[in-house]
């Protein structure tokens, strides 16, 4: 069985509800220039950004975090979008935003590593999901999975985030939890985790209410399966089944409902709210009976769950990177 996970690939997608940003009052006569969401927090150098609020096509200045660097400022696509190169040696923190008469900068933080719980690079995943490349970089056509061989996609996925993590695979077996379709992190360092303490981090002594769990993914192809769900939760340490699925709240990643796949263009943010975590796991309508427990919160589970569709079971692929839980504003 291949697993890699000192660089663990992956591609994905899905839409995207993003961070917040910091207003300004309103100058003269002219629109409040917010911004409001980033498409994708981790664009590499080079890559085009999108940020959306409003009053954005009257910006002239955008800076990025690290030695104060200006971006190539790309014309608006309206007063809602705004595409912006990112520069090269662009760093991790919040962003400027200049017009003739105003300057704001985002609540949320670009390329935000405060907190990450697996990002397949520094931070790896305990379990679950293919590395489709080789120790020297070269690209691994298959995998063997069980006693079969799994044929890995002729064309890979560029990441967002150097390392990912491939989602990779036939979900034929209902409500069954199969390594290919699972990023798991345990904290137990005999387990490849970095110790028993809260996936919250720093972050730790903060009310739920204020924080978000957020990852990037990207589903390259109009995604067929949509009766199957993403689930995400954090386990305590003592749970004999390591995960703990029935011993913290849930939530229920469904973007198929509001959009009609899981399908996204590129690389997409994901924003949580920690109170949105509120699942049970005997019924879709079942609540659990508290919110998430950050000082119980010491592993972290993203399966891919739910109905399979046995007549004709669909091929999943999904890229996901940056597991993280940061304040939902700074």
Same mark, same amino acid.
């Given at each position: 069985m291949?697993y890699?996970?000192?660089?663990?690939?992956?591609?994905?997608?899905?839409?995207?509800?993003l961070?917040?940003?910091?207003?300004?009052?309103?100058?003269?006569?002219?629109?409040?220039?917010?911004?409001?969401?980033?498409?994708?927090?981790?664009?590499?150098?080079?890559?085009?950004?999108?940020?959306?609020?409003?009053?954005?096509?009257?910006?002239?200045?955008?800076?990025?975090?690290?030695?104060?660097?200006?971006?190539?400022?790309?014309?608006?696509?309206?007063?809602?979008?705004?595409p912006?190169v990112v520069?090269?040696?662009?760093?991790?923190?919040?962003?400027?935003?200049?017009t003739?008469?105003?300057?704001?900068y985002?609540?949320?933080?670009?390329r935000?590593?405060?907190?990450?719980?697996?990002?397949?690079?520094?931070?790896?995943?305990?379990?679950?999901?293919?590395?489709p490349?080789?120790?020297?970089?070269?690209?691994?056509?298959?995998?063997?999975?069980?006693?079969?061989?799994?044929?890995?996609?002729?064309?890979?996925?560029e990441?967002c985030s150097?390392?990912?993590?491939?989602?990779?695979?036939?979900?034929?077996r209902?409500?069954?939890?199969?390594?290919?379709?699972?990023?798991?992190?345990?904290?137990?360092?005999?387990?490849?985790?970095?110790?028993?303490?809260?996936?919250?981090?720093?972050?730790?002594?903060?009310p739920?209410?204020?924080?978000?769990?957020?990852?990037?993914?990207?589903?390259?192809?109009?995604a067929?399966?949509?009766?199957?769900?993403?689930?995400?939760?954090?386990?305590?340490?003592?749970?004999?089944?390591?995960?703990?699925?029935?011993?913290?709240?849930?939530?229920f990643?469904?973007?198929?409902?509001?959009?009609?796949?899981?399908?996204?263009?590129?690389?997409?943010?994901?924003?949580?709210?920690?109170?949105? +975590? $509120?699942?049970?796991?005997?019924? &879709? @309508? *079942?609540k659990?009976?508290? !919110?998430?427990? =950050?000082?119980?919160?010491? /592993? +972290? $589970?993203?399966?891919?769950?739910? &109905? @399979? *569709?046995?007549?004709?079971? !669909?091929?999943? =692929?999904m890229?996901?990177? /940056? +597991?993280r839980?940061v304040?939902?504003? &700074?």
């Amino acid at each position: 069985m291949n697993y890699r996970y000192t660089k663990l690939f992956i591609a994905a997608a899905v839409a995207a509800v993003l961070g917040g940003c910091s207003t300004s009052s309103d100058s003269g006569n002219s629109k409040k220039l917010v911004v409001s969401s980033m498409k994708c927090e981790f664009v590499p150098d080079g890559d085009t950004a999108y940020f959306y609020g409003q009053g954005l096509d009257a910006v002239q200045q955008v800076i990025f975090p690290t030695s104060n660097l200006n971006a190539e400022v790309l014309t608006a696509v309206s007063d809602s979008v705004l595409p912006v190169v990112v520069p090269k040696g662009a760093g991790s923190g919040k962003i400027g935003f200049v017009t003739l008469n105003d300057t704001v900068y985002t609540n949320f933080v670009f390329r935000d590593s405060r907190n990450i719980i697996v990002d397949f690079d520094s931070r790896l995943a305990t379990w679950g999901g293919y590395d489709p490349y080789g120790d020297e970089g070269e690209t691994i056509e298959s995998v063997m999975s069980g006693d079969s061989v799994v044929k890995l996609p002729a064309k890979l996925l560029e990441g967002c985030s150097d390392s990912y993590g491939l989602l990779y695979g036939r979900y034929s077996r209902s409500w069954d939890m199969m390594q290919s379709l699972w990023i798991q992190y345990v904290g137990n360092p005999g387990e490849g985790g970095r110790g028993i303490k809260s996936v919250a981090g720093p972050f730790e002594g903060y009310p739920i209410s204020q924080l978000a769990f957020k990852f990037e993914v990207y589903v390259p192809e109009a995604a067929p399966y949509k009766s199957i769900r993403a689930e995400i939760f954090f386990g305590p340490a003592d749970a004999p089944d390591k995960h703990g699925r029935d011993r913290s709240p849930i939530y229920f990643w469904t973007p198929f409902q509001e959009t009609g796949s899981f399908h996204t263009d590129g690389w997409q943010t994901v924003t949580i709210p920690l109170t949105a +975590f $509120t699942h049970g796991i005997h019924s &879709d @309508a *079942e609540k659990f009976p508290t !919110p998430v427990e =950050l000082n119980k919160a010491v /592993n +972290f $589970t993203f399966v891919l769950f739910g &109905d @399979a *569709e046995m007549a004709n079971s !669909p091929e999943i =692929l999904m890229g996901v990177d /940056n +597991f993280r839980i940061v304040p939902i504003e &700074d």
